[in-house]
Structures are given as C-alpha cells and as structure tokens.
C-alpha cells in the first residue's frame, strides 16, 4: 500500500493537533483509506521554537514553497493562516494538482471562490471544515445534510474567544481583559485578536455559512460587523435582569430569497438553546423550510477539536483520490445575490438611555418612537446611582433597520437625553 503523503503549513496550535491525531490515531485512519498517512514535510516560521510534539526535525523547513512544490506531496494542509502568500501557496498546490485542506476563513471568506473555481478547474479536492465552527461538521452538514432543503435562517455562536470572553464576564463578573488574555493563552483567539473581538473571524464565517446556506455568493462586506470590545459588565446585568444572555450572534436570514446577515452582540432569550453555549463551545442553528430548526454544538477553537475537522478532511481527500473522484464536489453558489434593504431587515431592539431626570422626558422619547413607527416593548424608568440623570430601558418590538435608525438620529438632537449608553439586537425566538 502507496503511503498518502502530507505537506503541513503550520505547526501551531492546529498544526500540532493535527500530527497528535494522525500518529496517534493511524492504525484507524489508513485502515478507512487503505494506506498509510505520512506528514513528509512542515512549513513553520522558525525551525528551533521548541515544539510540545514528537517530529523529525527533518521535516522542518521555513520556506512554503519547499513544501507545495514538493512532487511527492498528494495533499497540503494549510494550518499557517494569513491572507495574500497563502493564497498563493494554494493556488500553486492546486496548479500542481495537489489536493488542499484549510483552516483558514480569512482566506476562505475572501478568496474562496477563486480558490474552488482553481480546484474544479484542477479537479482537485478543497475542504474547509475547521474553518468554522472548529470541530462541528457544519459545512459538511449545509453542503450535505440539508442539499434537498432551502434554509431560512442561520443563526450562530462561531467565535470561541468571544464567546468564552462573554460567558466568564456574565457568570464569574471577570474582566474584560483578564479572560481575553486568558483565551489567547489556551489558543483559542487568532494571531491578532482584534479579528476575534470586533467580530471579523465571526463575519468571514457566516460569510462562509451564508454562501453555503443561501447557495449565493456572499462576501465579507455583505456582512454587517460590530463586536463585543464596548460590552461592559452593567450591560450584561441588564440582559441578566430582563431574561436574556449576551451573545455576539451571527444571524443570517433569507426571505423570498433577499438576504440579510450580520455579527452582533445580542441579546437572546434565556430560554433559546444558544443562550446556554458557553465558555469557547459554539453552535449553529439553523432553520430549514422543510426540516425547521436544527441546532449543531461542539468545541469551536482549540488544538484538538479543531484537528478532528481538518484530519476528518483529509480522510474524505483520500478517500476521494481512492475513489477518483476528486474535485466533484465543489459547490459552485448559482444564485443571484439579493440583499435585504434596510426596511426590510426585522428585529427588536434594547437600547439604554441617560436623560434629564425631569417631568415630560419619557413622553418625548416614547413620542420620537411613535413618529417612526417603532413599538416598544417595554419602557422602564430609574434613577441612576451614580450620576444625576435618570436611566431609560426601552425594549421595541420589531422594526425595520431603516426606521430604528431614523429613531437614534432624532434622538442626537433631542436635548433630554445625555447619552445613548447601549443598543443591541434582541432575539426572542
Ligand atoms: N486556533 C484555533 O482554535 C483555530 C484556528 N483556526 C485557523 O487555523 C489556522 C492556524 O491557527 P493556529 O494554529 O491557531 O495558529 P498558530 O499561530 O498557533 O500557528 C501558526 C503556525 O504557522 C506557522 N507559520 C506562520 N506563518 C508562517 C510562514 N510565513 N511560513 C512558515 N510557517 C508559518 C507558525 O510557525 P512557528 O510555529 O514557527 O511560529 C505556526 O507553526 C488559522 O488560519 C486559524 O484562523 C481555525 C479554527 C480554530
Ligand atoms: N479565533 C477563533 C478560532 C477558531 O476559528 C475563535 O475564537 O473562534
Ligand atoms: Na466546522
């Protein structure tokens, strides 16, 4: 039996997992493809960094490009991250004809359709599973599991970090910044985690759910972002006291076919499944017209979790190329891009005010609401304790996008309000 060979880019937290999982699981995985798997060469940035893993340092090597024009090479697992050289180095591998996995969803939200036309053209095999959601089968569940279905709504936790950030603020009161650093120590948060923090790691990937669920092409600025760096501590104990958790959600929609997806942080109803996903675990739910609501949970970053996906990948590559049928699979997006308009996209809202503390003040913000059109839900008035204004929690029902806009820019020249503290999207399904 011919070995299956292997170029690795990155030996870090994934790249570990994945040599854990092949030398340790091997006996299991060749005996599901039928030959050996060998890791024959490793692309790292520095060759003495000390590594908490069994290799043969002959393997190392710094330049990529060693590794992707290695003609012995079947497969490249991408595990290095960036943008601009890696999507070269792919390109190249698939020019070659060398089948490729990735982790990567900076390159996969922004190049990915570039990359799958090279690998239909090729007839090369490209899997992506780690690159969302870590260690949930999601892609392969959107692109398999629910190919006879047409997807309504898509709604998830698909950043570790954020989310491991969010649930140790809300239930052990921790800091901010304490818990990012801890998150970054576990290898949970990306290389820079601004990209974590202000959202973009989740927006590339409901970028990514979005192209597969909806079948159109959807790109990162389609994606509307905000993050969690402005939540603080009093904001959570609202959502805590009014029944919600804080979450930063990505929420796709699609209604007759027009689309809508964004990153926030939002406040669900306690009692919605995603409310109780905590520390660095993720989920995706998602609602099909046929089969409604489904929900996928697991680990969303971590070394090993995260492998589990990209070695599962590479068991399908292998088992494709034994099969010859690579590259078949590719989903080519066939619909034309509809996006919602701002009077279309629909949602609740929370939104925290500082005003005057004086007669008349609730009538005139109640008034602002009534001449858009926006409802409200619930309107609770009480004195804050730490300065003289009073402090307004005013719950909508849902509005148009376009109208609770008009509502916030009216209330920028409105004398008695002093400050809008919070706002944030309210899910109560
Ligand atoms: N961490 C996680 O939980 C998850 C990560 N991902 C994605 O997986 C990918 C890898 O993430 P992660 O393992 O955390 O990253 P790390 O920073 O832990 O590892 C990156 C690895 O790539 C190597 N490397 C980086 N740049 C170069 C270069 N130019 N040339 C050669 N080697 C290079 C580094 O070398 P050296 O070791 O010498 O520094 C390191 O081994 C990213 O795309 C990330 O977004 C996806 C899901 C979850
Ligand atoms: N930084 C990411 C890693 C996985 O994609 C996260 O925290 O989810
Ligand atoms: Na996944």
Redesign the pocket.
């Known amino acids: 039996m011919k070995p299956v060979k292997v170029g690795l880019l990155g030996l870090g937290t994934v790249g570990t997992g994945v040599v854990r999982i092949v030398q340790g699981n091997q006996e299991d995985l060749s005996s599901q493809v039928g030959s050996p798997i060998t890791i024959e060469k490793i692309a790292v940035r520095s060759i003495d960094k000390a590594r908490n893993i069994d290799i043969d340092p002959a393997c190392l090597t710094t330049d990529p490009w060693e590794v992707i024009r290695d003609p012995d090479i079947d497969v490249i697992v991408e595990v290095m991250g960036g943008i601009d050289s890696t999507r070269e180095y792919i390109l190249e591998a698939l020019e070659r004809g060398k089948h490729v996995v990735t982790a990567n969803k900076d390159l996969m939200a922004l190049h990915g359709s570039a990359i799958l036309a090279k690998a239909q053209e090729k007839q090369c095999d490209v899997f992506y599973?780690?690159s969302?959601?870590?260690?949930?089968?999601?892609?392969r569940t959107l692109i398999e599991g629910f190919s006879s279905d047409r997807i309504v709504k898509i709604m998830g936790i698909v950043n570790g970090t954020t989310n491991y950030i969010l649930s140790k603020m809300s239930q052990e009161g921790a800091s901010y910044a304490d818990v990012l650093k801890e998150a970054q120590e576990l290898g949970y948060a990306e290389s820079d985690p601004t990209s974590d923090v202000e959202g973009l790691d989740a927006a590339r990937k409901m970028a990514i759910l979005g192209t597969l669920g909806f079948r159109t092409n959807v790109e990162l600025s389609d994606v509307t972002v905000q993050g969690i760096s402005s939540i603080t501590k009093e904001d959570i104990n609202y959502a805590k006291n009014l029944g919600y958790e804080m979450k930063l959600l990505g929420i796709a929609t699609s209604q007759n076919d027009h689309i809508t997806i964004s990153v926030q942080p939002t406040m669900i109803r306690k009692n919605h499944p995603l409310a109780s996903v905590n520390g660095v675990f993720n989920a995706v739910y998602v609602h099909g017209e046929s089969v409604g609501e489904t929900m996928f949970y697991g680990a969303g970053a971590g070394e090993l979790p995260t492998a589990t996906?990209v070695v599962a990948d590479l068991i399908a590559v292998i088992k494709n190329l034994k099969l010859g049928v690579n590259g078949l699979k590719a989903i080519v997006p066939y619909k034309t891009k509809k996006l919602q308009s701002d009077d279309q996209v629909m949602y609740k809202n929370f939104i925290l005010l500082h005003v005057d503390d004086k007669a008349g003040v609730l009538a005139q913000i109640t008034q602002v609401f009534a001449e858009y059109n926006v409802s409200l839900a619930s309107v609770v008035q009480q004195p804050n304790a730490t300065n003289p204004d009073a402090e307004i929690v005013i719950i909508t029902h849902r509005a148009s996008k376009a109208s609770f806009d008009r509502v916030l820019q009216h209330f920028e020249n409105l004398d008695v309000i002093q400050r809008i503290k919070s706002i944030y999207r309210v899910e109560d399904i």
């Open positions: 599973e780690a969302v959601a870590g260690g949930i089968p999601i892609i996906s």
